[in-house]
């Protein structure tokens, strides 16, 4: 059998007044958990009536909070990688899309596709993402949106793929 959690730092009554004052919506819901458990519920029985909540990270906000009252409750900010390019270099490359042809730097297209942004940034600052990297960092980044281009196929017509067919049987025959 589990053994239930308990809440040490403060009781219901605090935790309630606590609720009523919160401000951070993500903070508040931890807050709320904290007043069901010490109300006596159990982690799981939270995570069945708020599908949201996982019953581990309850057990992890009950562990948090008895350790370092409400400041226990807010996110842990976790830095990640850092990032390849500063933001100098990041407005540069937001400059060179917005206002600048691929055929100023040898490209043979007059459109930037993702493949001539990578090689773009190797050649000019000296930066190497993955494919998939360019498509964030133009969404998030940059805050650009990437529009898929789409090819003409004059094969698609049909006038044209029967005059082509006629030319083809033409050239056959001779």
Same mark, same amino acid.
């Given at each position: 059998?589990? *053994?239930?959690? =308990?809440?040490? #730092?403060?009781?219901?009554?605090?935790?309630?007044?606590?609720?009523?004052?919160?401000?951070? @919506?993500?903070?508040?819901? *931890?807050?709320?958990?904290?007043?069901?458990?010490?109300?006596? /519920?159990?982690?799981?029985?939270?995570?069945?009536?708020?599908?949201?909540?996982?019953?581990? /990270?309850?057990?992890?906000?009950?562990?948090?909070?008895?350790? !370092? !009252?409400?400041?226990?409750?807010?996110?842990?900010?976790?830095?990640? =990688?850092?990032?390849?390019?500063?933001?100098?270099?990041?407005? #540069? $490359?937001?400059?060179?899309? $917005?206002?600048?042809?691929?055929?100023?730097?040898?490209?043979?297209? !007059?459109?930037?596709? %993702?493949?001539?942004?990578?090689?773009?940034?190797?050649?000019?600052?000296?930066?190497?993402?993955?494919?998939?990297?360019? @498509?964030?960092?133009?969404?998030?980044? $940059? %805050? $650009?949106?990437?529009?898929? &281009? =789409? &090819?003409?196929?004059?094969?698609?017509?049909?006038?044209? *793929?029967?005059? *082509?067919?006629?030319?083809?049987?033409?050239?056959?025959?001779?």
């Amino acid at each position: 059998m589990r *053994r239930p959690l =308990k809440i040490t #730092k403060m009781s219901s009554s605090e935790i309630e007044s606590l609720l009523k004052r919160q401000a951070d @919506y993500q903070v508040g819901l *931890r807050l709320a958990v904290i007043y069901l458990v010490s109300k006596g /519920a159990t982690s799981r029985d939270v995570a069945i009536d708020l599908p949201m909540v996982k019953h581990v /990270a309850v057990c992890e906000w009950v562990k948090r909070f008895n350790k !370092g !009252g409400v400041d226990g409750l807010y996110p842990i900010i976790q830095s990640g =990688k850092p990032s390849k390019a500063t933001s100098e270099q990041l407005a #540069k $490359l937001k400059q060179v899309i $917005l206002e600048e042809s691929p055929e100023n730097y040898g490209y043979n297209t !007059g459109t930037w596709t %993702g493949p001539l942004l990578i090689d773009w940034l190797d050649k000019n600052m000296n930066i190497q993402i993955k494919k998939a990297a360019i @498509y964030v960092w133009l969404k998030d980044r $940059l %805050g $650009l949106t990437h529009k898929k &281009g =789409k &090819g003409f196929y004059p094969e698609a017509d049909e006038q044209f *793929r029967s005059q *082509r067919a006629r030319e083809i049987k033409k050239t056959l025959r001779s």
